[in-house]
């Protein structure tokens, strides 16, 4: 069985103490592939040192996260930029809009996703979607640049059935993570009527751990919890949800 986590920040000082443990958890586990989104040019080099001493297991994905879009965006947009000519980079991102921490950059917020968007369709890159409070937001840029070649994941999806029909109908595929496990998150009847073609796994680690470990530092082994609720919801077995989220994965980001 081979899993895939198509987004975990495994570079984060929250795995100072043991990264490369977290990581062999991971292989143990199943996952063998484990892409990873750059939040800015702080994360960088911490980034692609893990993804070089893990070849073939960590992929780098280029992009400013909503959150880290400040009076210097523009600055940090031109680093992204830089590092296109430098290394192979599987998607752009993440970025997006974020309306849940703070609404102070907005504007800035929303010209910085524009840019990315073209910058992945310019590159033929895929483009990682992060829309926490901010899909109505997200849906008005999608609608105004959206073009059939336009590929991506609306990452940690977490909304309703016609949000997910929207997103689908562009293509674009849902990153489901441990909110799955959440008792009262709605989650599972959503993902009951998508079928599985439309998914991928995804953990966001060290962020939004699945139930049993709600509360606690996400890991990348934990996707196996991930793919066990969608197997149920589904009626179907782990090794099925594993197989097709995997094949999902690996047609979206071509890291194999």
């Not at 070849?55 to 940090?76: I, W, Y």
């Not at 799955?180 to 995804?202: M, P, Q, R």
């Amino acid at each position: 069985m081979i899993l895939t986590d198509t987004h975990t920040h495994l570079y984060l000082r929250e795995f100072e103490e043991d990264r490369k443990q977290v990581i062999e958890n991971a292989l143990r586990a199943g996952v063998k592939y484990m892409l990873l989104p750059n939040i800015d040019s702080s994360s960088i080099h911490g980034m692609m040192d893990l993804c070089k001493h893990y070849a073939g297991h960590c992929f780098p994905m280029m992009g400013l996260h909503p959150t880290s879009v400040k009076q210097n965006f523009r600055d940090e947009l031109r680093i992204i930029e830089e590092w296109q000519t430098k290394e192979k980079f599987y998607a752009i991102g993440e970025t997006g809009i974020d309306l849940y921490w703070d609404k102070t950059f907005l504007e800035e917020q929303e010209e910085a996703f524009r840019y990315q968007i073209e910058m992945a369709q310019r590159l033929q890159l895929p483009i990682v979607i992060h829309s926490r409070n901010s899909y109505n937001e997200i849906f008005e840029i999608m609608n105004d640049l959206h073009t059939s070649d336009l590929k991506g994941v609306f990452h940690c999806f977490g909304s309703n059935i016609q949000h997910a029909g929207k997103i689908t109908d562009w293509n674009f595929k849902l990153g489901i993570g441990g909110i799955i496990t959440f008792k009262n998150s709605g989650l599972d009847k959503v993902i009951k009527e998508i079928d599985l073609k439309h998914i991928i796994l995804e953990t966001d680690a060290p962020y939004l751990a699945p139930v049993p470990y709600r509360g606690k530092r996400n890991e990348s082994a934990y996707i196996k919890l991930i793919a066990g609720k969608i197997a149920s919801i589904k009626g179907i077995s782990v090794e099925e949800v594993a197989e097709i989220t995997t094949q999902n994965a690996m047609e979206l980001f071509k890291f194999v």
